[in-house]
């Protein structure tokens, strides 16, 4: 069964950065992309981002270009996200979530237990 | 990424049908997913490719398609199956996009 481990949570100066892991178990660490998922209190899902990890090519949403990186080390199956600049808006609940990512199919059928973030002074 | 349209609420008593309706106009040509979260859990996919369903997920749980509009049917509604539900697809380079998120409330 595939599981996902996410680390845990953390408090933030605003202006700081963030790097949360991701260590994947029980399925193929590099058949599949890692992809990244926040959702703020009472709010959606919102896609940040993936990663292949055979490849090492990570893609990013329009919105959190430039402040977020995401990479994977496939020795000990484990992804990161490092978002930085980090403001109040930023304070959600990260997800990774394995995602099939192939030719028309788009999906995330295994997710981590999130991980919360908040960005306080 | 583009948008998806989902009801805020859906309200249906138990053992009856719920449907949760999602609009978006790339949905013909993109498969649509559906993921179910309780609070304080990780979502949980429960449809994939339009209908499908993954191994563990109860037959009640149905998807279909017609044009625009991607439906979540649930059969037989249950009290556990109250929680907010996700409607996904992607566009043609990959992006996902998500729904807004429907409340299904249990009378």
């Known amino acids: 069964q595939v599981q996902l481990v996410q680390s845990g949570a953390e408090v933030k100066k605003p202006g700081s950065s963030v790097k949360v892991s991701c260590k994947a178990s029980?399925?193929?660490?590099?058949?599949?992309?890692i992809s990244w998922v926040r959702q703020a209190p009472g709010q959606g899902l919102e896609w940040m981002g993936r990663?292949?990890?055979?490849?090492?090519?990570?893609n990013y949403a329009q919105k959190f270009q430039g402040r977020v990186t995401i990479t994977a080390d496939k020795s000990t199956s484990t992804a990161y996200m490092e978002l930085s600049s980090l403001r109040s808006e930023d304070t959600a609940v990260y997800y990774c979530?394995?995602?099939?990512?192939?030719?028309?199919?788009?999906?995330?059928?295994?997710w981590g237990q999130g991980t919360l973030v908040t960005v306080s002074s | 990424s583009y948008e998806l349209t989902q009801p805020p609420s859906v309200s249906v008593s138990p053992g009856q049908t719920a449907r949760i309706t999602c609009s978006g106009d790339a949905l013909p040509k993109q498969y649509a997913y559906w993921y179910q979260q309780k609070p304080g859990q990780a979502p949980v996919l429960v449809i994939y490719?339009?209908?499908e369903r993954p191994s563990g997920i109860p037959e009640r749980f149905s998807g279909s398609s017609s044009g625009t509009t991607v439906t979540l049917t649930i059969s037989g509604v249950q009290a556990e199956d109250e929680a907010d539900y996700y409607c996904q697809s992607a566009d043609s380079s990959g992006t996902p996009s998500f729904g807004g998120g429907t409340k299904l409330t249990v009378l």
């Open positions: 990663i292949i990890p055979i490849l090492g090519i990570a």
């Open positions: 979530a394995r995602d099939v990512a192939m030719v028309k199919l788009y999906y995330f059928d295994y």
């Open positions: 029980g399925g193929t660490f590099s058949s599949y992309a």
């Open positions: 490719k339009d209908s």
